[in-house]
């Protein structure tokens, strides 16, 4: 729309990347439907022939106290996609990619570039809103003297309905050391935990309820020799060859996480990455001065790191049990490692078996003969290996994606389209998987965590990972930045609690007709419509059929 000569708007969803380098293609999107307690979320891009500064923007809604407004960021990337990518990106060249928001308030208005579209991102919170009926959303566009450069006009109809509580597992792997170095705090200290608890929040907020706990300095992407900040909870003290353990720190994370809205508990890696060959690192007091006791020295199978699990183990499941977390606590052995290392990581399994063999115990890897011959009770294969796993009839399974999930299936690159991240929602539903894992919330170093980056200015690990695989949130001044790829997650998250709600009332096969509606195929991890309208409609059309039951 053009209301100032020369200003023009569009009203799109939150599936369409908006670049500044190209021509708005996808249609406009003036309504949407939302359940009595979700986030919905839509843009409105503007373009200007000049160059303009300051402009306010203004929100008039009986909904305003659930709006929030954001302007969507550019940030470089100089590796959107590998050698051998597949065609479902929106672009493959280095440039400019839309993905921070950054909220208003913290801007002195936005700004229109010559002949560049941008946008600002419109979320609608409806936690807690108890409403129902649609509702126009009014946006005004005006310039720095008080004129009106653009308007559009957004409907969103609230269905008397709530989604029910989510219960898949999700985890985004925290990493507390990065908000240290990047901040520059000292790890733990008091502005530590302040950081922790405003990065737990978001992460909550966003369909996380599981989060990474570091017993001990987590043993992941880190160059084999080379080490990561410390920051390990369980405070440790040797007397000979007995081992003495403090958990106030840990029980101090366990209630600032479970008061952020985290349910679930996944306790860092008791083994190095790629085959648990090696201990995490630990620090120990011994005899008044803190020292490594083991780490990549240490050979995991060796008698010393043996007896210290031996006699931890056993005071941190006492610990779950005063701390009500039976439930709720999940293991690591070691994070993906392959079939040559089948030997090591069996006899980490049976050490860890000992103590846990109650309790969840899970990792990401792909080769069924860890699971098959027993050493681990919940395989997490990445989604391009799943179907193995599916066709087995493994129970509670999970799956993950990272850098190396690039072909068909779901990912979150700069590069992808949007629906590629959302599509992961209907793909768990439909095929009962329980949980998803992703190693990257908040990794601002390069690759083996050999220095810290700028995620503003570096979003590929220091060029080793596609941009948007390393991190879902950027460091703001005053805590976390979000991102269009944190939200669509969340959208997608949100879908499997609708399909969920809609399945309570109908039964979960016609809910799975109703997915496969139209489908010359049917809907799997690597056959689904790669058309935007598609996703939007999908979800449209389970709103309505919801709508159907929200006065029984």
């Given at each position: 729309m053009e209301v100032s000569h020369g200003f023009y708007t569009r009203v799109l969803s939150s599936l369409t990347k908006v670049f500044p380098d190209c021509e708005l293609t996808d249609q406009p999107v003036i309504t949407g439907t939302a359940l009595g307690n979700e986030t919905f979320s839509f843009q409105?891009?503007?373009?200007?022939?000049?160059?303009?500064?300051?402009?306010?923007?203004?929100?008039?809604?009986?909904?305003?106290?659930w709006v929030t407004v954001r302007s969507v960021g550019l940030v470089p990337s100089e590796l959107p996609c590998v050698h051998d990518q597949d065609d479902i990106v929106l672009r493959k060249t280095p440039g400019l990619y839309p993905d921070p928001l950054y909220p208003l308030e913290e801007t002195e208005g936005i700004t229109a570039f010559p002949g560049q579209w941008r946008s600002i991102w419109i979320s609608v919170d409806?936690?807690?809103?108890?409403?129902?009926?649609?509702?126009?959303?009014?946006?005004t566009f005006e310039s720095a003297n008080s004129e009106i450069l653009g308007r559009?006009?957004?409907?969103?109809?609230?269905?008397?309905?709530?989604?029910?509580?989510q219960t898949t597992y999700h985890t985004e792997w925290f990493h507390t050391d990065c908000l240290a170095t990047y901040y520059n705090v000292e790890i733990f200290s008091e502005a530590h935990w302040r950081l922790i608890e405003q990065y737990v929040h978001t992460a909550a907020t966003h369909g996380v309820n599981m989060i990474l706990t570091p017993l001990f300095t987590p043993p992941l992407d880190t160059e084999v020799g080379g080490e990561r900040p410390t920051v390990q909870l369980v405070d440790v003290e040797a007397v000979g060859d007995t081992y003495h353990f403090s958990f106030e720190k840990l029980e101090r994370w366990i209630t600032l996480c479970r008061e952020q809205g985290i349910k679930y508990f996944e306790f860092s890696h008791l083994f190095t990455q790629w085959g648990a060959k090696h201990a995490p690192k630990i620090m120990v007091n011994d005899q008044g001065e803190l020292k490594r006791r083991f780490g990549w020295e240490t050979d995991a199978a060796g008698e010393d790191y043996h007896q210290f699990l031996h006699q931890f183990l056993p005071k941190?499941?006492?610990?779950?049990?005063?701390?009500?977390?039976?439930?709720?606590?999940?293991?690591?052995?070691?994070?993906?490692?392959n079939g040559e290392d089948l030997p090591c990581y069996q006899r980490a399994s049976e050490i860890i078996y000992q103590h846990l063999a109650d309790f969840p115990i899970m990792d990401a890897l792909s080769d069924y003969r860890f699971y098959e011959k027993g050493f681990v009770k919940n395989p997490i294969p990445a989604n391009d290996h799943i179907i193995p796993f599916l066709e087995k009839g493994v129970e509670n399974?999970?799956?993950?994606?990272?850098?190396?999930?690039?072909?068909?299936?779901?990912?979150?690159?700069?590069a992808m389209p949007s629906f590629r991240t959302r599509i992961l929602g209907l793909q768990l539903y439909k095929f009962n998987v329980i949980g998803f894992l992703h190693w990257g919330?908040?990794?601002?170093?390069?690759?083996?965590?050999?220095?810290?980056?700028d995620p503003f200015k570096n979003t590929d690990a220091n060029y080793s990972f596609p941009s948007g695989d390393a991190f879902l949130v950027y460091p703001g001044e005053h805590g976390p930045i979000e991102s269009i790829r944190l939200e669509v997650l969340n959208d997608a998250f949100q879908d499997i609690r609708a399909l969920q709600l809609l399945e309570s009332y109908t039964g979960r096969q016609r809910v799975i007709e109703i997915l496969e509606e139209g489908?010359?195929?049917?809907?799997?991890?690597?056959?689904?419509?790669?058309?935007?309208?598609?996703?939007?409609?999908?979800?449209?059309?389970?709103?309505?059929?919801?709508?159907?039951y929200q006065h029984m």
């Open positions: 409105v891009a503007y373009k200007s022939t000049w160059h303009l500064k300051q402009i306010k923007v203004n929100v008039e809604s009986a909904l305003n106290e409806l936690k807690n809103a108890k409403l129902s009926g649609s509702y126009p959303i009014d946006i559009e006009v957004f409907t969103l109809e609230v269905i008397a309905l709530e989604l029910p509580e941190l499941v006492a610990f779950i049990d005063e701390h009500q977390l039976e439930r709720n606590s999940f293991f690591h052995i070691s994070d993906e490692p399974l999970w799956t993950y994606y990272c850098n190396g999930q690039k072909n068909k299936v779901s990912n979150r690159f700069f919330y908040n990794f601002w170093y390069s690759q083996y965590s050999k220095k810290p980056i489908l010359e195929h049917e809907l799997t991890f690597t056959d689904y419509p790669l058309e935007l309208d598609w996703h939007l409609l999908k979800r449209e059309r389970i709103n309505r059929e919801l709508k159907r």
